[in-house]
């Protein structure tokens, strides 16, 4: 199993140089709405004042080299002459295989907010920056290696560093979005990989008839936060239906889900078409906003192979100084989680 799928890798990583047409898909978060720069960035500072947010992702634990993401993401909001803005800075990384091919995303974001009336909000975000994305050639193995008796022993015929294979590239990568959002609803849609930059790791021109560019991706949310008076006004309780709509290239996939808040607990339940059935838990306590969720596979690779996938996400969001703010902070309905 393991040297299939280091084959598999490298496989994956000719495809990426352009000697075969791949259609890629971005790496994807169960929790995508506690890292809300990473999801669209017109987010970007709309919290109530500096915030920070960081996930984990083990996805399929049980097959060797599963794929394991990073993220972090650090935003706040800018009043200036009037208006309300955002800036903030991004990571994504992802590592899969036994080749470690690793991919690593570094991003600058801008939001601008209008204030359409006191009840409508519209937000504009713009981000910027690089992809790279790396291989460990060495650590792969190949049919030609193996030997009938001693395994993989001998030297492998497959082009390396020295064939014009290079281990890291560097791409520019632009992503833009807008969102709309009131004291209850919200929707929003994201463009991501606008240039969309080629993914390949050797040295030489693409062949006639062949992309390796990174699709754009195209990602519509939203959703209704339903309040239910419970008499208890320090207890904030509601529901909250939502859906996340992904397409990149030939890839199209929906999430559909809704969220119980018992502040200061939260409670989700979601379905991924076709991939997977997740449950997840939260806490918010202070600054603090504490995830955990769990997919379950119902995919054709079944959960007995894949093991299902666990994530973690944790947000810490600060009040701004109330001698900084002018304006009323807008609440986003959007969920933590």
């Not at 080629?198 to 990602?219: H, M, S």
């Amino acid at each position: 199993m393991k040297r299939g799928l280091a084959r598999y890798v490298f496989a994956l990583a000719l495809c990426f140089s352009g000697l075969a047409r791949l259609s890629a898909q971005d790496p994807q978060y169960s929790q995508f709405y506690s890292n809300l720069v990473l999801l669209n960035p017109a987010f970007t500072g709309s919290g109530i004042g500096p915030r920070i947010a960081m996930n984990y992702r083990a996805q399929w634990v049980k097959i060797p080299g599963y794929y394991k993401q990073f993220a972090f993401s650090y935003d706040q909001p800018v009043h200036f002459l009037g208006t309300t803005q955002g800036l903030g800075v991004s990571f994504a990384s992802d590592v899969a295989g036994e080749g470690n091919l690793t991919k690593l995303g570094v991003s600058l974001n801008y939001a601008y907010q209008i204030d359409i009336t006191d009840e409508h909000t519209l937000r504009f975000g713009l981000s910027g920056g690089f992809q790279q994305a790396s291989i460990d050639f060495y650590k792969l193995r190949f049919p030609d290696q193996i030997d009938p008796r001693g395994g993989f022993v001998d030297p492998t015929q497959e082009p390396g560093p020295a064939g014009g294979l290079s281990q890291s590239n560097i791409r520019p990568d632009i992503s833009a979005g807008v969102t709309y959002f009131n004291q209850y609803a919200w929707i929003g849609l994201t463009v991501n990989h606008i240039t969309e930059p080629e993914e390949r790791f050797y040295n030489i021109g693409t062949p006639v008839g062949v992309d390796a560019r990174l699709p754009r991706k195209f990602t519509v949310t939203g959703g209704i936060r339903i309040p239910i008076e419970t008499g208890n006004r320090r207890r904030e309780v509601s529901i909250t239906p939502a859906f996340l709509y992904k397409m990149q290239g030939d890839f199209y996939q929906i999430d559909a889900g809704m969220y119980v808040n018992l502040d200061p607990m939260v409670f989700g339940f979601w379905y991924r078409h076709q991939d997977a059935v997740i449950g997840l838990i939260g806490l918010k306590t202070g600054p603090f906003s504490f995830g955990y969720s769990y997919d379950y596979t119902i995919s054709d690779l079944t959960q007995s192979v894949s093991g299902g996938s666990h994530e973690v996400a944790l947000v810490l969001e600060f009040e701004q100084p109330r001698r900084r703010v002018k304006r009323k902070h807008r609440r986003l309905p959007c969920p933590r989680f």
